[in-house]
């Protein structure tokens, strides 16, 4: 069965980026979020099997609604994307509980290697 996954970015090009990747290899994409605050509010609503969240968005940043997200749901699955160099924020990601990270710009073969790490 196809697993489902909400992707949550400010950049429309990059969430269509990610959609490609994720339908053309078998992957549903349940919904679309362009900042923190509609990522976790998408999340309580479609309960996705992964969430796909970039750190740097306005109204609420990634690393606070991944927190939100793991607050109410402590077995949430979250990839977390981000540009290059920011290190800091991959470590305070991980420790909030994402489950693996990818470095902007994408390539698809490391969005789908992460994915299947995580939800198969």
């Given at each position: 069965m196809a697993k489902n996954i909400l992707i949550c970015d400010d950049a429309a090009f990059m969430r269509m980026m990610i959609k490609d990747i994720l339908t053309k290899n078998g992957y549903n994409v349940a919904g679309e979020?362009?900042?923190?605050l509609k990522a976790?509010?998408?999340?309580?609503?479609?309960?996705?099997d992964l969430v796909l969240m970039d750190i740097t968005m306005p109204e609420m940043d990634g690393i606070q609604a991944l927190k939100k997200?793991?607050?109410?749901?402590?077995?949430?699955?979250?990839?977390?994307?981000?540009?290059?160099?920011?290190?800091?924020?991959?470590?305070?990601?991980?420790?909030?509980?994402a489950r693996d990270f990818i470095v902007k710009p994408f390539q698809a073969e490391r969005?789908?290697?992460?994915?299947?790490?995580?939800?198969?």
């Amino acid at each position: 069965m196809a697993k489902n996954i909400l992707i949550c970015d400010d950049a429309a090009f990059m969430r269509m980026m990610i959609k490609d990747i994720l339908t053309k290899n078998g992957y549903n994409v349940a919904g679309e979020a362009e900042n923190g605050l509609k990522a976790v509010e998408k999340y309580a609503e479609v309960k996705p099997d992964l969430v796909l969240m970039d750190i740097t968005m306005p109204e609420m940043d990634g690393i606070q609604a991944l927190k939100k997200i793991k607050a109410s749901d402590p077995g949430a699955m979250v990839i977390m994307c981000s540009a290059m160099g920011q290190q800091a924020m991959v470590i305070e990601s991980i420790q909030a509980g994402a489950r693996d990270f990818i470095v902007k710009p994408f390539q698809a073969e490391r969005v789908l290697e992460a994915v299947k790490k995580v939800v198969g």
